[in-house]
């Protein structure tokens, strides 16, 4: 089972919204990432965690807030946000040095 | 630093037609791996294919097959006899180690009927 499942699938929301993204895997991966696709371009990285530490973050700005509460789940928190960050928002899972296992994506557009 | 170059940005085909996407790559590692994801319009990226840089093995699945050629730093993807549900956009990407996914900037295939 190579299964990374992501909530809500897509998300309308204002600029002075919170609102809160999920990914869960249950392939006991102990690393996962939060990626940020706009049209017609690659994923780009913005997090990594690593045993449930964050190890990478890509200068991200801070209105994205992600989480990690356990091996399990990763969350990525919106607050503020701006219409230029309507995209695809992408979680995948792996153990650190093997194959990344990607989610379907949450659309996210900003109003 | 590591770099992957898809240089087709759009191929279009018709169906049962063989095609062939190119990946170079570049890296200054001896040890890195080789990705292939598939893009369909619905989002998900579709993991096919990882290879390290110690096996120059060809591969074939099916309809599709890779040629890694380290001599010439290119990991290139051929949809045999290829149908409609191949439409997507598939991206080459490349690891050092443990380091994190570079990828390509993606070439969109549409294979009409």
């Known amino acids: 089972d190579t299964e990374v499942t992501q909530t809500p699938k897509h998300l309308v929301m204002g600029m002075t919204n919170k609102k809160s993204l999920k990914c869960e895997q249950h392939?006991?991966?102990?690393?996962m990432y939060w990626y940020k696709q706009k049209a017609k371009k690659p994923p780009e990285l913005m997090f990594v965690y690593s045993y449930e530490k964050l190890s990478i973050n890509e200068s991200v700005p801070s209105r994205f807030s992600p989480e990690c509460p356990n091996s399990s789940l990763l969350n990525l928190h919106l607050h503020a946000l701006q219409p230029e960050d309507s995209a695809l928002y992408l979680c995948?899972?792996?153990?650190?040095?093997?194959?990344?296992?990607f989610g379907p994506g949450t659309r996210l557009t900003v109003l | 630093a590591q770099k992957v170059t898809q240089a087709q940005t759009e191929i279009s085909v018709v169906e049962k037609e063989d095609v062939t996407l190119d990946c170079v790559y570049e890296?200054?590692?001896?040890?890195?791996?080789l990705f292939w994801y598939k893009q369909p319009p619905s989002g998900e990226l579709v993991f096919l294919i990882r290879r390290n840089s110690f096996d120059e093995q060809n591969e074939i699945s099916g309809r599709y097959s890779w040629n890694f050629q380290k001599s010439t730093s290119s990991f290139n993807f051929t949809i045999t006899a290829s149908q409609v549900v191949d439409s997507a956009v598939y991206f080459c990407?490349?690891?050092?180690?443990?380091?994190?996914?570079?990828f390509g900037k993606g070439t969109m295939l549409l294979v009409s009927p």
């Open positions: 995948a899972s792996t153990m650190p040095g093997d194959t990344q296992y």
């Open positions: 990407a490349l690891s050092e180690g443990y380091s994190t996914l570079t």
């Open positions: 392939m006991g991966h102990r690393a």
């Open positions: 890296t200054r590692d001896t040890t890195y791996y």
